[in-house]
């Protein structure tokens, strides 16, 4: 179980330690209290302390984001005024927001100006083609016009404008990737524009149907505690992959596109 999806800490910790053998007496060790107080605890009789909430983190191998969300929860739950708890629960619904987002996720990536941004994310061509100069067999303008079936004068004004900011350069007579490694999070202004560049993009290709590619379509009524979790899974997902991609060799362009959104067609 993950604290970013606990209702609260003694349901965290209820949940970790349930069905595994001797695991409560180890707690209880660390925690230097009888069995007593953690049924009181359990029974919403009672709270942990702050520096029992360090020593369960501690026990539970969590780590610094984990350790301040439990933290954080704890000193809410312990608050003795309603301006108190309101504000922990601000600063756990910060976290959750920044948690979230998936900026804070993957590595290190480069950020473009506002201005460059608005012609980049403007249409799907121009991420493409920064991507596939990277491969060996695309080299000129002539290999791109080929391969993404656009007319020259497109790929001309392109290569261009991705030239002149760093994106796109020359290197031994050929075309080559210069600045890689972009993200546009959500505050970006231009990111729905780019969502919808390349989900337009995939219709055609999903029409297609064919096998070597993969699409998945769930429509699904769930609690919200459930997507939260399947939310954070996602999530995790995209951080896994990320090392991957980026010691990947370069053979063949892909596109992953990831939707999952709570809708409201009344």
Known sequence: MSIFSASCTRD?????IHGERGLRQRLLSILGCQSSFLSQVFAEKSHFS??????????FHLDSSETKFFLTMLQMEKAGSSELTKFFKNQLQ???????????RIGPKTHI???????????????????????????????LKRYMRLPMRIVESAVEFLMINGLVKME???LAIGTANLHVDNRNPFVTRH????????????EQNLSEN????????????DADYIR?????????????IKNSEIESPYVLIQDFFQFDDR
């Open 113 to 143: 100006t506002e201005e460059v941004s608005a012609r980049y994310y403007s249409s799907w061509y121009y991420a493409a083609i920064h991507i596939l100069v990277a491969f060996d067999f695309i080299n000129s303008k002539d290999d």
């Open 195 to 206: 969502h919808l560049n390349w989900r337009q993009k995939a219709t055609p290709i999903i």
């Open 214 to 225: 993969l699409h998945y379509t769930n429509i699904m009524g769930i609690s919200r505690k």
């Open 232 to 244: 954070s899974k996602i999530l995790e997902l995209i951080q896994s992959i990320e090392p991957v």
């Open 12 to 16: 965290f910790v209820k949940k970790k």
């Open 94 to 104: 910060e976290m959750i927001h920044h948690r979230n987002a998936i900026s804070s």
């Open 172 to 174: 031994n007579g050929s």
């Open 50 to 59: 702050l520096e029992h909430g360090m020593r369960i983190c501690s026990f």
